[in-house]
């Protein structure tokens, strides 16, 4: 068995379920962002999806749940999927568990959040206070005042916060069954300072998981949301500590759908979107021969069109730069919803082998998965 990653057409949306060879699996976020009964959607069905894939090894959970942030593009109907301990009207039949809970701390402390974001809210914080079930991203420091406003001693849920610059305690041994490692980047220090409003995209978890096959590592970066300035932190953090090696990818999911923002938010560019310095440096000399980049986001727009007017990601400037990356490397850049057919959505697959990570488009591939295209040996 190898460890595969799944990611899911939805639009400007996310949801990445990552299978490890000893069976567990990771579902990091979760946005149904199909319209029931508009034949003209293009999105999956999600909860078909995940729920066909977990019924198959006859499982009703995840091991781990997480939300890399709260914005509806990353939390859409997750309360009409999961089973949530919280809520007795939020369980029964049919709901997917979630054997731990991942999180920022933005998800337990911010306050006036609606929907979706509130009922993952209130289910945090309920586990954090029962003391099992969840894990909380954040400098620890950061809960003191909630741990006391739910009486509660921070010192007693130590073991259920991971800062940056760690390890993922059950995650951090690529010699193990699993063969993986999750080493946290963000939220860090420097975004968690005292503010009255939450600002989730800054806060959200960015990490690297490394898979270890055969001997073998493959890194893939997962990046949510962020912009270039907290790419640019996350960036200039690792150098003063040495952890230049946690920034490696061989796979990267990259932020914001393809959002110039991520890139450099000063200047969108006329075609291509210009980099910082530090953005620059993570793209380019972190990149392995042969790297992929995903973008979980709508098909890149064509210039002039009324889509390359839109305010919204994808941006072509920005892809433009993505593609002069894989170019340079003879990898690949790919877009969840160009991969994926339109009457029937399909989720596009990177499978990790010995021979490296190999993007498969769902959509053309047999049975025997002989569309797989590896892209990288050694």
């Not at 993570?282 to 839109?310: F, W, Y």
């Amino acid at each position: 068995m190898m460890a595969i990653l799944t990611f899911f057409p939805l639009g400007n949306a996310d949801c990445t379920r990552i299978d490890l060879k000893d069976g567990r699996k990771i579902l990091v976020d979760y946005a149904d962002m199909r319209i029931p009964g508009d034949a003209g959607n293009t999105c999956i069905d999600l909860p078909t999806a995940l729920d066909g894939d977990l019924r198959a090894v006859k499982r009703d959970y995840f091991d781990v749940v997480m939300f890399t942030h709260l914005d509806e593009d990353h939390t859409k109907r997750a309360g009409d999927f999961f089973h949530f301990e919280r809520f007795a009207s939020r369980q029964g039949e049919g709901r997917i568990k979630m054997n731990d809970l991942w999180v920022p701390a933005a998800a337990l402390t911010e306050e006036g959040s609606t929907d979706d974001a509130q009922i993952i809210r209130q289910e945090a914080r309920h586990r954090f206070i029962q003391g099992k079930g969840i894990r909380v991203f954040s400098r620890p420091e950061r809960l003191r005042d909630f741990c006391k406003r739910n009486g509660i001693r921070l010192e007693e849920r130590m073991h259920l916060i991971t800062d940056a610059g760690n390890l993922v305690p059950g995650y951090d041994d690529l010699n193990a069954p699993g063969g993986i490692e999750i080493f946290v980047h963000n939220p860090m220090a420097w975004r968690l300072n005292d503010r009255e409003v939450e600002e989730r995209n800054e806060d959200a978890v960015v990490f690297q998981a490394v898979f270890r096959e055969a001997g073998v590592d493959t890194r893939a970066l997962f990046a949510s949301d962020v912009n270039d300035v907290t790419l640019g932190h996350i960036v200039q953090t690792s150098k003063t500590h040495g952890n230049e090696d946690r920034l490696r990818w061989h796979v990267f999911k990259i932020p914001h759908h393809c959002s110039y923002k991520s890139l450099n938010c000063a200047d969108k560019g006329v075609d291509k979107t210009v980099p910082t310095d530090d953005v620059r440096w993570l793209c380019e000399n972190q990149a392995e021969r042969h790297g992929i980049m995903v973008s979980t986001s709508e098909s890149i727009p064509g210039k002039g069109s009324e889509r390359d007017r839109d305010v919204q990601p994808p941006h072509r400037q920005a892809a433009a730069y993505y593609q002069d990356v894989t170019g340079a490397i003879d990898g690949q850049f790919e877009v969840t919803m160009e991969n994926s057919p339109r009457r029937n959505p399909k989720a596009c697959q990177i499978s990790i082998t010995a021979a490296g990570a190999s993007f498969v488009a769902m959509a053309a591939m047999p049975v025997d998965y002989a569309s797989a295209r590896p892209m990288r040996a050694g």
